[in-house]
């Protein structure tokens, strides 16, 4: 994320509020109970958003993750392609081994 849309990210949090407490006082509300519950809406918005952000970085479907496995798939692929087909049989032969002598 860049610098220019955490900026908007803010402001639009910001002018949310502000709507959210004039919205509130058409509906009825006075000033400080109008106050009070925008407040609540925005907090309560605020730990939704914590929450998926947690969801996500346990569950590790962030961006980082998903580029780091993407980047991983395609270094091991292009390894992979570079091989000749000798190289690749004894490699074959070797994971066979392996798994032979484990079972």
Avoid: C, N
Wanted: no cysteine.
């Amino acid at each position: 994320m860049r610098r220019i849309d955490a900026l908007g990210i803010g402001l639009g949090i910001f002018i949310a509020g502000g709507l959210a407490y004039l919205g509130l006082q058409v509906v009825g509300l006075d000033s400080q109970q109008a106050g009070i519950w925008s407040q609540v809406l925005l907090f309560v918005g605020l730990i939704g958003w914590l929450a998926t952000y947690i969801l996500r970085a346990v569950s590790q479907k962030m961006t980082y993750h998903q580029q780091r496995e993407q980047y991983e798939e395609t270094f091991f692929q292009k390894r992979l392609d570079e091989l000749s087909p000798e190289e690749l049989a004894k490699i074959q032969a070797e994971i066979e081994q392996e798994e032979q002598s484990q079972v």
